[in-house]
């Protein structure tokens, strides 16, 4: 408890540590046996701070989740507020592209039956939909349904088409359908760039139209489509092979 006993009259250092530290977890402690605790590493050693003690957080002060012009961009290391579906509001916090209910105030909180709704539940898939984001991961298969992805966005005010998403972790760009279906578009740009297109049928001078804008087979056989390029369009349109 060295931690604690050095910052027990500074909240927030204690908060910080616990919601932004490594391998945070809750539980017993045999050298604390009248409490539980919550335990993290820190500069190399474990730490714990006893439950009581954890400082209580209020959501009323921080920010919402809320992108503006599509693009959600969230400070690192930092706190939000979350409303649920039923108006309850909790902390989240953002940590290295990690988006979800605050560990000071999820670890302590009642056990629910996750079966059905409930705020637990719905925070969690959530959380899980926006931090893969938030990393450049897939969200389309047997983790979540596209509807469960299209409400997730349009909860924090992202919208169908283009969206970018940027949460301490790098910033990535996807395209959003009506559907819920999400493509990484720097991802699919990566593979693009990467083929030679003149190996596999097409030749130089060849255009494709890759989000309304134009690119050119060259010389080596690829096109250079560039992530920061303006595009008009949702559809990648190919040209005919030569052969």
């Known amino acids: 408890m060295a931690y604690y006993f050095a910052n027990y009259n500074n909240s927030s250092a204690i908060l910080d540590a616990i919601n932004f530290g490594e391998n945070v977890s809750c539980g017993y402690n045999s050298d604390f046996k009248e409490y539980g605790v ?34 959600l961009v969230l400070s690192n290391k930092s706190y939000y507020s979350w409303t649920t579906s039923s108006g309850g509001k909790y902390t989240w916090t953002v940590n290295n592209g990690r988006i979800g209910w605050a560990a000071s105030e999820s670890l302590l909180a009642e056990n629910t039956n996750q079966k059905g709704t409930n705020y637990k539940w719905e925070m969690h898939k959530a959380s899980n939909i926006l931090s893969d984001l938030a990393q450049g991961k897939s969200v389309w298969g047997y983790l979540y349904s596209n ?58 001078g060849d255009t494709f139209s890759v989000y309304g804008k134009e690119y050119a087979i060259d010389s080596s056989g690829h096109i250079n489509v560039s992530a920061e390029d ?7 349109k190919y040209p005919s092979r030569s052969i």
């Not at 190399?44 to 009581?52: A, D, F, I, K, L």
């Not at 209020?58 to 920010?63: G, L, Y």
């Open 147 to 204: 509807e469960e992805v299209l409400s997730v966005c349009e909860k924090v005010g992202i919208s169908p088409g283009f969206f970018s998403i940027d949460a301490g972790a790098g910033k990535y760009t996807y395209l959003l359908q009506e559907s819920g279906k999400t493509i990484n578009v720097d991802a699919k740009i990566k593979q693009l760039n990467d083929i030679n297109w003149i190996e596999i049928g097409y030749k130089e």
């Open 230 to 236: 303006e595009f008009t369009s949702t559809e990648i």
């Open 38 to 71: 919550i335990s993290f590493d820190l500069n190399g050693s474990r730490q714990v701070v006893p439950n009581y003690a954890v400082p209580k957080m209020n959501t009323s002060t921080m920010s919402g989740i809320c992108a503006a012009n599509n693009s």
